[in-house]
């Protein structure tokens, strides 16, 4: 937003460890004319993404009861404030076989993984599809973050890759996208590295940025015209990334009066994982209420991850709890973490419901897509899907109810059925063989 005059103090604060973030940016202090391309009355569709690793104690997630009036499980229980704008999906499928590596990978990529490969065949994700189109009108393409930092070598799972299991997002097949666990980092992303969200400092930056690129492009053309095919294709993926970064200083440069809420530099990762979710919940907040970006994925753990959650009574590590033999107290410990992370996400949309967006909320313009690429995780299964989607999508989805589909049909063709109620179709979506039927997605 380019904002020339308020009416009302940014002065109302949001905590999280390290941050302390002004909020809400109401419209009332934007004059209408200095809106980009928002409205009070159309505000832009977001897409946000929840990952959960590891699994779900499927018993005490699936509602028994089908379509409207289901009953709470115990894992969704704390979401029961916004049954009205959830839609719980069973009975997806995922297209994968190696394990994990599988799981996180064709998330949202739809793509198949095949036992033997060296690697699990990845594809261009549904958020950087969105991407793509949503960041022709921000500074931010979008945000990939994370809770759990990178494992950088070996293998993490299936004789896969770390890579596999470190991320979500796929820019093409070849290009796996980092997830950023580190607050500070991500602000430094959002406002730049000189510690302020002072406009003209933020400007300046740019500018240095772009007499920096422009060399860089340059040398990085002469060396394509002497390079082989291959080498050619890594040389024109890179460039892909020096144009982002170009368009994002052309998007700063076209508003030297951008501003945004004040707020203090996180120091680093806080010492707890609440503390850490909340405050890389509240990051999230904070770029899509000011339109920095309209796409952010966050992974509340890497798959394998064997965190261990003592401050909920849970001593034992998280996958290795999570192949359970069906001892049912053991499945009840991977309930009770699941149920966990629910609650911590239900934190987030209360924020997003409290942010005005046009006439209604952050909550009512965002769909959000929570979930996880396996459920029985004893038997690592790709059947029966845990997935949940929230909020408004500006009018395009009708919450309150649990829908479940009959024959297996595969994930990705929910992927590109929300593309296509985001405004971006597309015809197909890694190995989708279609869209989801209206009956009974209707309002879907």
Request: net charge negative; glycine share 8%.
């Amino acid at each position: 937003m380019i904002i020339t005059k308020m009416s009302l103090p940014r002065r109302t604060v949001l905590r999280g460890l390290g941050a302390a973030v002004a909020l809400p940016l109401l419209d009332a202090m934007v004059p209408a004319a200095s809106a980009l391309s928002r409205t009070a009355a159309n505000p832009p569709r977001r897409f946000g993404v929840v990952y959960v690793p590891n699994g779900i104690a499927m018993e005490h997630w699936t509602p028994t009861q089908e379509g409207r009036g289901f009953d709470l499980t115990p894992i969704l229980e704390p979401l029961a404030p916004f049954r009205d704008q959830m839609t719980v999906v069973s009975g997806l499928r995922g297209y994968w076989t190696p394990a994990h590596a599988g799981a996180s990978t064709t998330f949202l990529t739809g793509a198949a993984g095949v036992a033997g490969e060296t690697a699990p065949v990845a594809d261009i994700s549904m958020d950087q599809i969105l991407a793509k189109e949503y960041g022709q009108e921000t500074e931010l393409a979008s945000l990939q973050l994370a809770i759990d930092s990178r494992a950088n070598a070996g293998q993490c799972s299936g004789g896969h890759s770390c890579v596999y299991t470190n991320t979500i997002c796929w820019r093409s097949q070849t290009t796996p996208l980092p997830m950023e666990n580190n607050p500070r980092v991500v602000f430094e992303q959002m406002f730049g590295d000189s510690g302020s969200t002072d406009p003209a400092i933020r400007l300046a930056r740019m500018q240095r940025d772009r007499s920096i690129l422009d060399s860089v492009t340059e040398k990085v053309s002469d060396l394509r015209r002497e390079v082989g095919g291959a080498d050619s294709l890594k040389i024109d993926e890179y460039l892909d990334g020096v144009r982002d970064i170009e368009r994002r200083i052309q998007r700063a440069e076209q508003q030297p009066s951008f501003d945004v809420p004040e707020l203090e530099q996180p120091e680093g990762i806080p010492a707890t994982f609440a503390e850490h979710v909340e405050l890389m919940f509240d990051l999230q907040l904070l770029a899509h209420q000011t339109d920095l970006t309209r796409v952010s994925t966050f992974m509340l753990g890497r798959e394998v991850s064997s965190r261990t959650y003592t401050e909920i009574g849970i001593p034992d590590a998280h996958h290795p709890l999570s192949h359970h033999e069906y001892d049912p107290e053991r499945i009840a410990m991977m309930a009770k973490i699941n149920a966990y992370h629910a609650a911590l996400f239900a934190d987030y949309l209360a924020k997003l419901r409290a942010t005005p967006d046009g006439d209604g909320s952050l909550l009512d313009s965002m769909m959000i897509l929570y979930g996880c690429g396996m459920s029985d995780s004893n038997a690592h299964s790709p059947l029966n899907l845990p997935v949940l989607l929230l909020g408004g999508c500006g009018g395009q989805l009708e919450g309150g109810r649990h829908l479940k589909y009959e024959g297996d049909p595969l994930m990705p063709n929910l992927l590109v059925t929300l593309t296509e109620k985001l405004g971006v179709p597309v015809e197909r979506l890694g190995k989708s063989d279609g869209t989801l039927s209206v009956e009974p997605l209707t309002g879907v």
